[in-house]
C-alpha cells in the first residue's frame, strides 16, 4: 500500500543483533531510519553513509539496501535526502563493480509521484551510470531504463526520459536501436507530461546520436513534437532545435530544420512564439549567416511587431545581441532598413515593460552603428526614451550611458539627461530615487564636474535629508564615490560644508546624518581636512541632547580614528570619549568604551 | 457505466443582452501621485489594488486575420421567408465568423454591433424553432464556434493574482463570446441536437481546445464552458473516457508542473456529478484517479479556491465505495498541512466531512494515526485550528464513534487535551476544551481518572529518557572511523 508511512513492520536483521558491541551507536542509527519522527527519519537518512560505511561493504549490500528499498513509502522529504544520499554510495558499496546494487531503489524512487524526489533519483541514477562498466551498462542500468520508459504510471515514463542520453553512448548497436525506439515510443506518448519530458531531454539526446540516426529518427520527432497539439510540448521542440541545427551540415538545415522554426516564429500560440524570441541569439549562431539573412531578419521584424507585448519584450530584449551577430557584410544595411524602423516602434509601444527591456539594449546599438548613424537615428530614440512615462524605461537608458559615451560622448544627450535625471531623483517611489543615486557616480564621471557642480551638486545634497533611510544611506556613500572621483579639494569646497551645516539641524535625523557622511568621507577626506574641519563637529556633538546622536558620535570617533594623528587622538578624542563613557545612557556608554578599546586609548 | 448527470445552474446565463455592449472596459486611472505618497514614500496596498482592478484582456486571435471588412447588415431571419431562412442562418453563421479586437473601443463600432445583433438573433433562431439543425448546419455551427472561442488565452497580467483580493481580468471581447457560448448552449440543448450527427464536428480536438479554455480568467467564461463540458460529457458517451483522462491530465500538470490553473474549481465541479453516476464496484482508473490526483491535489497552494468541491468529490468517492476511507484518511494525514493554519482548518472541515459518512468498521481502521493528527490540531497555537478540530465533539455521530472505541481515543487525546486545558492562551479554547474533558470523562470515567494519575505522575518523574543527547555520542566513536577510512 503506497500509503504506508514510518514504521516497518518487519525487523530486518541488522548490526546490534549479533552481540556486537562495537556497533551499537550504529543500531540506533538505523531504529532511528524506523522512528515515528520524521525529523529524526531524515537526520538518520542524512548520516547514512556514516551507516554504510561502519557496515562495510558486504553488509551495506545484503542489508542496508534491501531495507532502504523497503521504507521507499515514506514522506517525501526523507525521500528526496535518500535519492540524493545514494547518487554518492557507490565507494560505499564496494566500488563500480558492484555499483549496481544502488539501482533497485534509485528505480523506486525514480517512479514517486513528487517531482522533486523523481528528479533527484533520476540524477543520481545518471551519476552512477558513469560508474557502470560497459557490459554492467548493459545487463543491469539498460534494462532499469526499458521498465522505467514502459511503466504504468506517468511518472516513471517521465523519468525514463533524462536517462537515455547517458547509457546511450556506452552499449551496442543492438541496444542501441532498442533505446532509440523506446525514445521515439515516449515522444508519442499518451499523457502530455511525457511527451514535455522527451521533448526536453531530445536536444540532450540527440548530441550522442550518430549523425545519420539524427537525420533519420531524431528529425520526425522535433517535426512532430513542434506541431504538437499542447503549445507546452510546442515550445520545448524550439529549445531541441538550437541543440539540433548545431549538430546537422549546413546544408540540411534548410530542408529538415528550417521549416520546422519558421513554423514556430509564427505559432498561434504566443509561449511558442516568446520562446523563439527568448531563445534568438542561440538560434541565430545555430542556423549561421546565410540563413540569419534570409529568414530569421523577417522572423525577428514580426517578433518586434508581435500581437504580444510579451514576446516584443523577449525580442526587445535581444535587439543588440541580434544586431552584432549579423554578418559583418551588409550588417548595417540590415539594421538600417529591417530592425530600426521595428525599434523605433517600440519606443512608444504601449505596454511598458517592451520599452523598459528595449531601453536596456537600445543603447548598445550606437557601437555597432557609429557615429553618424547614431547621431542622426539612435539620439531621438534616447532622448524620447529619457523622457518616457515610466521610471524604468529612463533608468535603463541612463544606466546603458557609458556605451554612448565612448561613440558620441555624454554632451549630446545632456540636456535631455538633466531632466531626465531630477525627475528620478524626485519620484515618488523610493526603490527607483534609490536606483538613480546609483548611477551618480557614474555620471558625474562622463559629465564632468563644472557640470556636477552647476547642476546635480543640489540633487545629491537634497538625498541626504531624504524620509527614507535607504536613501540617506545611498546618499552618503554616493557622496564618498564623488569625493574619490573628484578629490579633496573639491570635497572641501562644495561638500564638506554643507554636509557640517547639518550637524546644526534641529532634525536629529538629519545631525545623525552629518555623522554617518563624515565616517564615509574622512578616509577619502585626508587627514588634514578630517582633523580640521570634521573633528571639531563631531567632538561639538557629543553634547547632543538624543542619546542616539551622542552614541553616533562614539562610533564615529572609531571610524574616524585611525585617520587622525596620535596628538589629536590624545588630547581631542580622549577626554570626550572618556566623557561619553560615563554618560547615563547605557547604549552610549557602551559604544564608547569599545571606541576607546579599539582605538588604544585606555 | 452509465453517467447519472445532475443539473448545473448557469448563473451568468445573461437574458438582456442589450446590456453587454455597454460593458465598455474601463481606462484603468491615471497614476498621478498624491502628497501625502510621497511623503511616506510607500503606497498603500489598497491603493495599488484600486488602480489595478477592473481590467480587462484582449486576446491574441485576431492577428490571423489580415484585413477587416466592413460588415453590412443582412435581413432578419424572421422576416425571410422560411424557404430561405437556413441559407440565411448560414450567411449569419459565417458573418460571425469575423473577429474584433475588443481592446480598440473606437473602431469597427458599427461592425460589432451588426454581428451582436446577428449573434443574438442565432441564439434566437435555435432555440425557438424546430427542425433548424440539418445536417448541412452542423460543420457552420462548430466552424463558427471554434472560430470565436477557441483561441491561445493572453499572458497573465497579474501573475501573482490573488482571488481573494483582486479583481480577475476579464474578457474584452465578452460582449461577443457571451453570445456564442449561449449559442453553443442552445445548440446543444435543441431538442434536435443529434450526437451521432455532431460527433464528427464535437471531437477529441474540440474537447481539448474548450479545456484550454478552463484556465480564463473571466468566472463568467468559465461558468459557461463548465455547463458547455457537462453537456457534451452527457450526450458524447464516446467522448467520456476521454474528457476524464484530459481533465486528470490537466491537473496533473496543476499538481506536479504549474501551480497554477484557475479553472480546477469548475472541473472538480463537473467531476463530482460524474463521480455521482460511477456505477459499482468502481473501476481501477476511478480509484487510481481518487489516490494519485484527488488526494495529492491537497498539497495545491491555492487550496482555498476549490477545496469545497475537492472535498464534494472525495465525500462522493467514500458514499460509493466505504473501502476506501483508509486509504483516503491515511493519504490526507500524510499530506497534512505543516506550516498553514488556513489549509488545517480546510483539511479538518474535510475529515469532518468523511467521518459524517463514515462506517464504524471503517473507523477503528483508521482512528489512531487520525486521533494522533486532532490531538496535535486541538493543541495547536493558532486558536481557530484548535477551535476546528474540538468543533468535531459537537457532532453527534462523531461522538458517536468516541465513544464506541473511547479505550483507544481516550488515551491518544488526553495529553494534549488534558494540557492546553492548563496552557494555552485563548480563553475560548480552553472553555472548549472543558467542555471536551467533561464529555470524554463521562463516556468513561475509570479510564479518564487512570490516565490523570498516569499524566501527573509521569510530569513529575525527571526526564530520563533524552534523545537529543544521544546524537552527538552515537556519531563521535564514527568520526575516527572516517579519519582512518580509505580516501573516496
Known amino acids: 500500500a503506497p500509503w504506508r508511512i514510518g514504521i516497518r513492520t518487519a525487523e530486518p536483521k541488522m548490526a546490534g543483533a549479533d552481540g556486537d558491541d562495537s556497533l551499537y551507536p550504529i543500531a540506533v542509527l538505523i531504529d532511528e531510519l524506523r522512528n515515528e519522527d520524521v525529523q529524526l527519519r531524515l537526520n538518520s537518512i542524512k548520516k547514512l553513509s556514516t551507516i554504510a560505511l561502519a557496515l562495510g561493504v558486504e553488509r551495506t549490500r545484503t542489508e542496508l539496501l534491501p531495507f532502504l528499498t523497503d521504507t521507499i513509502y515514506d514522506e517525501d522529504e526523507v525521500l528526496l535526502a535518500l535519492a540524493e544520499q545514494l547518487g554518492n554510495f557507490t565507494m560505499l558499496v564496494g566500488g563500480p563493480e558492484y555499483v549496481h546494487c544502488l539501482l533497485p531503489p534509485l528505480e523506486s524512487l525514480a517512479t514517486v509521484e513528487e517531482t522533486v524526489v523523481r528528479d533527484k533519483a533520476v540524477e543520481s541514477l545518471r551519476k552512477i551510470s558513469q560508474e557502470h562498466s560497459p557490459v554492467d551498462l548493459e545487463v543491469h542500468f539498460e534494462p532499469l531504463v526499458k521498465r522505467l520508459a514502459s511503466g504504468d504510471w506517468f511518472t516513471s515514463r517521465t523519468s525514463a526520459c533524462g536517462l537515455f542520453s547517458v547509457c546511450y553512448p556506452r552499449v551496442s548497436s543492438t541496444v542501441k536501436a532498442e533505446i532509440r525506439q523506446h525514445f521515439r515510443t515516449l515522444c508519442s506518448d499518451d499523457t502530455p507530461m511525457v511527451r514535455r519530458a522527451a521533448a526536453s531531454k531530445l536536444g540532450e539526446f540527440a548530441k550522442v546520436l550518430e549523425l545519420d540516426y539524427v537525420k533519420s529518427d531524431i528529425i520526425p520527432l522535433f517535426t512532430a513534437l513542434a506541431s504538437d497539439e499542447q503549445d507546452s510540448v510546442r515550445l520545448l521542440a524550439v529549445e531541441a532545435c538550437v541543440s539540433i541545427a548545431t549538430l546537422l551540415p549546413q546544408e540540411d538545415l534548410e530542408t529538415l530544420v528550417m521549416p520546422t522554426l519558421r513554423q514556430a516564429a509564427e505559432d498561434k500560440s504566443w509561449r511558442v512564439r516568446y520562446m523563439v524570441a527568448d531563445k534568438f541569439s542561440e538560434l541565430q549562431k545555430a542556423v549561421g549567416p546565410e540563413i540569419t539573412k534570409n529568414d530569421l531578419v523577417p522572423a525577428f521584424q514580426n517578433l518586434l511587431k508581435d500581437c504580444e507585448a510579451e514576446v516584443r519584450a523577449a525580442a526587445a530584449n535581444k535587439v543588440k545581441e541580434f544586431c552584432e551577430n549579423l554578418p559583418e557584410d551588409g550588417r548595417e544595411t540590415i539594421i538600417m532598413t529591417h530592425i530600426l524602423p521595428c525599434v523605433k516602434e517600440l519606443v512608444s509601444d504601449t505596454n511598458q515593460h517592451v520599452k523598459s527591456?528595449?531601453?536596456?539594449?537600445?543603447?548598445?546599438?550606437?557601437?555597432?552603428?557609429?557615429?553618424?548613424?547614431?547621431?542622426?537615428?539612435?539620439?531621438?530614440?534616447?532622448?524620447?526614451?529619457?523622457?518616457?512615462?515610466?521610471?524604468?524605461?529612463?533608468?535603463?537608458?541612463i544606466s546603458n550611458l557609458d556605451?554612448?559615451?565612448?561613440?558620441?560622448?555624454?554632451?549630446?544627450?545632456?540636456?535631455?539627461?538633466?531632466?531626465?535625471?531630477?525627475?528620478?531623483?524626485?519620484?515618488?517611489?523610493?526603490?527607483?530615487?534609490?536606483?538613480?543615486?546609483?548611477?551618480?557616480?557614474?555620471?558625474a564621471g562622463q559629465l564632468g564636474v563644472e557640470f556636477f557642480d552647476e547642476k546635480l551638486n543640489s540633487l545629491c545634497m537634497a538625498w541626504l535629508v531624504d524620509h527614507v533611510y535607504a536613501i540617506r544611506e545611498a546618499a552618503t556613500c554616493n557622496l564618498m564615490k564623488l569625493v574619490e572621483k573628484f578629490g579633496a579639494e573639491w570635497a572641501q569646497n562644495t561638500i564638506v560644508p554643507k554636509v557640517l551645516g547639518m550637524a546644526n539641524d534641529p532634525n536629529y535625523l538629519h545631525r545623525m546624518t552629518t555623522l554617518f557622511c563624515i565616517n564615509a568621507l574622512s578616509e577619502a577626506c585626508g587627514q588634514e581636512i578630517t582633523t580640521k574641519h570634521m573633528l571639531p563637529v563631531v567632538l561639538k556633538m557629543s553634547n547632543d541632547q538624543v542619546a542616539n546622536v551622542r552614541f553616533n558620535v562614539a562610533k564615529c570617533l572609531q571610524k574616524i580614528g585611525p585617520v587622525l594623528d596620535n596628538n589629536a587622538l590624545q588630547t581631542e578624542v580622549k577626554p570626550v570619549l572618556e566623557k561619553l563613557a560615563a554618560d547615563q545612557d547605557m547604549d552610549v556608554k557602551y559604544f564608547a568604551q569599545e571606541a576607546i578599546s579599539v582605538l588604544a586609548l585606555a | 457505466m452509465i453517467g447519472q448527470l445532475c443539473?448545473?445552474?448557469?448563473?451568468?446565463?445573461?437574458?438582456?443582452?442589450?446590456?453587454?455592449?455597454?460593458?465598455?472596459?474601463?481606462?484603468?486611472?491615471?497614476?498621478?501621485?498624491?502628497?501625502?505618497?510621497k511623503v511616506d514614500g510607500f503606497t498603500r496596498k489598497s491603493m495599488r489594488k484600486a488602480q489595478k482592478q477592473k481590467k480587462s484582456q484582449g486576446s491574441s486571435q485576431f492577428r490571423t486575420q489580415s484585413s477587416l471588412v466592413?460588415?453590412?447588415?443582412?435581413?432578419?431571419?424572421?422576416?425571410?421567408?422560411?424557404?430561405?431562412?437556413?441559407?440565411?442562418?448560414?450567411?449569419?453563421?459565417?458573418?460571425?465568423?469575423?473577429?474584433?479586437?475588443?481592446?480598440?473601443?473606437?473602431?469597427?463600432?458599427?461592425s460589432k454591433e451588426i454581428k451582436r445583433a446577428a449573434l443574438n438573433e442565432l441564439v434566437d433562431y435555435v432555440s425557438t424553432n424546430r427542425g433548424v439543425l440539418t445536417e448541412a448546419a452542423y460543420p457552420e455551427i462548430i466552424n463558427m464556434i471554434s472560430t470565436n472561442i477557441f483561441r491561445t488565452l493572453p499572458p497573465s497580467e497579474n501573475p501573482d493574482f490573488d482571488p481573494e483580493e483582486d479583481e480577475p481580468t476579464l474578457e474584452a471581447s465578452w460582449p461577443h463570446t457571451q453570445l456564442v457560448y449561449e449559442f453553443l448552449l442552445r445548440f446543444l440543448e435543441n431538442p434536435d441536437f443529434q450526437p451521432s450527427m455532431a460527433k464528427r464536428y464535437i471531437d477529441q480536438k474540440f474537447v481539448l481546445q474548450l479545456l484550454e479554455l478552463f484556465d480564463s480568467e473571466d468566472p463568467r467564461e468559465r461558468d459557461f464552458l463548465k455547463t458547455i463540458l457537462h453537456r457534451i460529457y452527457g450526450k458524447f458517451l464516446g467522448l467520456r473516457a476521454f474528457i476524464r483522462k484530459q481533465i486528470n491530465n490537466n491537473f496533473l500538470r496543476f499538481i506536479y508542473e504549474t501551480d497554477h490553473f484557475n479553472g480546477v474549481a469548475e472541473l472538480l465541479e463537473i467531476l463530482g456529478s460524474i463521480i455521482n453516476g460511477f456505477a459499482l464496484?468502481?473501476?481501477?482508473?476511478?480509484?487510481?484517479?481518487?489516490?494519485?490526483?484527488?488526494?495529492?491535489?491537497?498539497?495545491?497552494?491555492?487550496?482555498?479556491?476549490?477545496?469545497?468541491?475537492?472535498?464534494?468529490?472525495?465525500v462522493q468517492f467514500l458514499e460509493k465505495d466505504p473501502t476506501l476511507t483508509e486509504p483516503v484518511i491515511r493519504g490526507l494525514l500524510k499530506f497534512w498541512p505543516k506550516t498553514c493554519s488556513q489549509k488545517e482548518v480546510m483539511f479538518l472541515g474535510e475529515i469532518e466531512e468523511i467521518l459524517d459518512v463514515i462506517e464504524p468498521t471503517q473507523f477503528k481502521k483508521v482512528q489512531e494515526p487520525l486521533f494522533k493528527q486532532i490531538s496535535k490540531c486541538v493543541a495547536n497555537p493558532h486558536f481557530q485550528v484548535a477551535e476546528r478540530a474540538l468543533y468535531f465533539w459537537n457532532n453527534e455521530y462523531i461522538l458517536s464513534l468516541i465513544e464506541e472505541n473511547i479505550d483507544k481515543v481516550l488515551p491518544i487525546m488526553f495529553g494534549s487535551l488534558y494540557r492546553i486545558s492548563k496552557e494555552h492562551w485563548n480563553p475560548t479554547i480552553v472553555a472548549l476544551v472543558y467542555n471536551v474533558l467533561k464529555t470524554l470523562m463521562e463516556m468513561n470515567s475509570v479510564l479518564f481518572d487512570e490516565l490523570t494519575s498516569s499524566y501527573k505522575a509521569e510530569r513529575q518523574r525527571p526526564k530520563a529518557h533524552q534523545k537529543l543527547d544521544i546524537m552527538p555520542r552515537v556519531i563521535k566513536p564514527f568520526l575516527k572511523l572516517w579519519d582512518s577510512s580509505e580516501p573516496q
Open chain 1, 357 to 397: 527591456a528595449l531601453a536596456s539594449v537600445i543603447m548598445g546599438l550606437s557601437t555597432i552603428l557609429g557615429k553618424d548613424n547614431t547621431i542622426e537615428h539612435l539620439l531621438p530614440l534616447f532622448l524620447a526614451q529619457l523622457k518616457d512615462e515610466c521610471p524604468e524605461v529612463r533608468l535603463n537608458i
Open chain 1, 403 to 443: 556605451c554612448v559615451n565612448e561613440v558620441i560622448g555624454i554632451r549630446q544627450l545632456s540636456q535631455s539627461l538633466l531632466p531626465a535625471i531630477v525627475e528620478l531623483a524626485e519620484d515618488a517611489k523610493w526603490r527607483v530615487r534609490l536606483a538613480i543615486i546609483e548611477y551618480m557616480p557614474l555620471l
Open chain 2, 7 to 37: 443539473c448545473l445552474s448557469v448563473t451568468h446565463a445573461v437574458t438582456s443582452v442589450e446590456d453587454a455592449l455597454q460593458q465598455v472596459p474601463p481606462t484603468p486611472p491615471m497614476s498621478a501621485i498624491s502628497a501625502s505618497e
Open chain 2, 70 to 110: 466592413e460588415l453590412s447588415p443582412l435581413p432578419q431571419l424572421k422576416d425571410a421567408p422560411s424557404t430561405e431562412q437556413q441559407d440565411l442562418f448560414t450567411q449569419k453563421l459565417q458573418q460571425c465568423c469575423m473577429l474584433f479586437d475588443f481592446m480598440d473601443t473606437v473602431t469597427d463600432l458599427k
Open chain 2, 281 to 314: 464496484p468502481l473501476k481501477a482508473e476511478h480509484k487510481q484517479f481518487l489516490m494519485k490526483v484527488l488526494i495529492p491535489m491537497h498539497t495545491a497552494k491555492s487550496l482555498a479556491l476549490f477545496h469545497a468541491q475537492l472535498a464534494y468529490c472525495i
